[in-house]
């Protein structure tokens, strides 16, 4: 039986997949390769790159026009900024790689090339030998480009630069450089030359830049449609859509979430019970908790400064996007952290909005003492009041040691409750989040699984920067269009205050009533 794949690249014959020639869209590639273009294609990691690579090596070998070699160079990271040492573990990776492709190519000596040129020009004689011997126009695909650094990176660069003019029949006709970012957007430190080098004037004869796009609803519904097809077992519209809301197509929060549904939950291993939306969120859970390789990586980039200089003002909702720096921008936009979701830039799908703050408070909320038990009712519902209550002398007695130990401490006073929201609700319900630049608040939806159903218990969060009453205005239209959204009449506004006025006047409650809902405001 196939199965969704989450490590590595597809294998038809044993994984649910889409024609990866088809998401490349190959008609658009075989003209830049009949060209002789040197071009890129890049793409967030686990997107499916590398498969979409092997795809096309066998595609152009399967023909006669072409001869076409994949070498994957990420071996050559570890070597660092040892030039020597790198280029030698990548002529030795082009030369495993050329030896299942062609006999001759194999026959080229990769040692005396070494000696004779050099770490700085072993790869442009390599690459020479080989169109030289070849029988077809040679084209190359070099995968995890960006996964060097320094000055192996530059002279990997330039050695493919300096081979350009002598294409195709004393260099490969056309060169695919692959990885997470495109070319244009390195900053190469050198160390040799003690400056910063961009890719681009590294390798400036690049053409075009080509981005491999997550699935579309269509593709991730024709994707699981395989696994209907295989087992009798269907998805219901309302998973499909949870699927959807929560990946928007990430390829490998595709199939993680297909995966872990279908084949690692019990209920979901039962082919003739349907899937569905509730299923969707039990995988999604579990894949947190456990911090798949995948989200602990996306979870690890948070720390970076350029990350956070685009991160934290989306999870704060204050700043704008035009005060972003656009590189820093196109860099977490490369890493597939956010997108451009009808013309806003926001986190890329729910499942990464509720990965990154939980990420960012995972050591808080461990260390919350708080207890679901102590909120309950007789009848199994949380007492909101009675939560924002604690929350409130929970925030006045910790903030100031809690908020200094964030790296995000714009967005501190939100991802402080949020962490002490996730600590009541884990194992008995979830908190859905909504925050985005400009929106000048956050948006939390406590999901509660008690005997009777499932209570909702609506959050707006605000940070005060104008006048009290200012703040109170905004905050109580934006709740009400909230809870008018989600069909909800009642409702709760926490506003903070993070002016060094006494603690007696920031912690207050009042009830409003705002276009007939009801709203409790909390100041804190």
């Known amino acids: 039986m196939r199965f969704f794949n989450t490590a590595g690249p597809v294998n038809p014959a044993d994984h649910y997949c889409l024609d990866p020639l088809r998401r490349i869209h190959l008609d658009m590639l075989l003209p830049l390769i009949e060209q002789k273009k040197y071009f890129v294609l890049h793409a967030p990691r686990q997107t499916g790159k590398t498969s979409c690579l ?41 030369w495993m790689q050329a030896e299942a492709v062609s006999a001759d190519l194999a026959q080229v000596a990769i040692n005396p090339l070494l000696e004779q040129a050099g770490p700085h020009g072993a790869l442009q004689a390599l690459l020479s030998r080989w169109s030289q011997a070849s029988d077809r126009p040679l084209v190359l695909l070099l ?78 519904a024709a994707l699981y449609a395989q696994h209907t097809a295989e087992t009798g077992q269907t998805f ?54 456990r911090r798949e390789t995948h989200l602990d990586q996306l979870a690890d980039k948070l720390r970076e400064p350029r990350v956070r200089r685009v991160i934290e003002p989306i999870l704060a909702g204050e700043a704008a996007p035009e005060l972003l720096p656009p590189d820093d921008v196109d860099y977490v936009l490369d890493l597939g952290l956010v997108d451009r979701i009808n013309g806003q830039l926001a986190i890329a799908n729910a499942m990464y909005r509720e990965i990154i703050p939980r990420q960012l408070t995972y050591s808080t909320t461990l260390t919350i003492s708080q207890e679901p038990a102590w909120y309950l009712r007789p009848e199994g519902r949380l007492d909101a009041d009675k939560l924002l209550v604690g929350f409130q002398d929970f925030f006045r007695e910790h903030s100031e040691h ?61 940070i005060l920067r104008k006048s009290r009453e200012r703040t109170l205005v905004e905050g109580l239209e934006q709740t009400w269009q909230y809870l008018d959204r989600l069909g909800e009449s009642t409702g709760h506004l926490v506003i903070f205050d993070r002016s060094a006025c006494p603690w007696a006047e920031k912690i207050y409650r009042r009830e409003e009533t705002h276009r007939g809902r009801r709203i409790t405001v909390w100041g804190c």
């Open 54 to 94: 092997l795809a096309l090596r066998q595609y152009l070998n399967a023909g006669d026009r072409y001869r076409c070699v994949y070498v994957n160079i990420e071996i050559a990271q570890s070597a660092r900024e040892d030039v020597g040492a790198a280029m030698r573990a990548i002529l030795y990776a082009a």
């Open 236 to 289: 219901t519209s309302a998973a499909l859509d949870r699927a959807w809301a929560l990946s928007r197509g990430q390829p490998w929060l595709v199939n993680a979430l297909g995966y872990e549904t279908c084949f690692e939950l019990s209920a979901g291993r039962d082919r003739a019970q349907p899937i569905t939306a509730e299923l969707l969120d039990e995988a999604k859970e579990a894949l947190i908790l």
């Open 143 to 220: 995968d995890e480009v960006d996964a060097l650094i320094g000055d192996t990176l530059i002279a990997v660069l330039r050695q493919l630069r300096a081979g350009y003019a002598d294409r195709p029949t004393g260099f490969p006709q056309s060169i695919l450089l692959c990885g997470v970012r495109d070319v244009r957007d390195y900053r190469i430190h050198s160390t040799a030359a003690q400056e910063i080098i961009t890719g681009g004037s590294a390798f400036n004869v690049k053409a075009k830049s080509l981005r491999l796009g997550n699935f579309t609803a269509e593709d991730m």
């Open 402 to 462: 809690w908020l200094q130990r964030f790296d995000y401490q714009e967005a501190g006073p939100q991802l402080l409750m949020q962490a002490f929201l996730q600590r009541l609700v884990n194992g008995g319900g979830r908190v859905e989040r909504e925050y985005g630049l400009g929106r000048g608040r956050t948006d939390l939806l406590v999901l509660w699984r008690y005997p009777g159903g499932v209570q909702k218990i609506v959050l707006e969060l605000k």
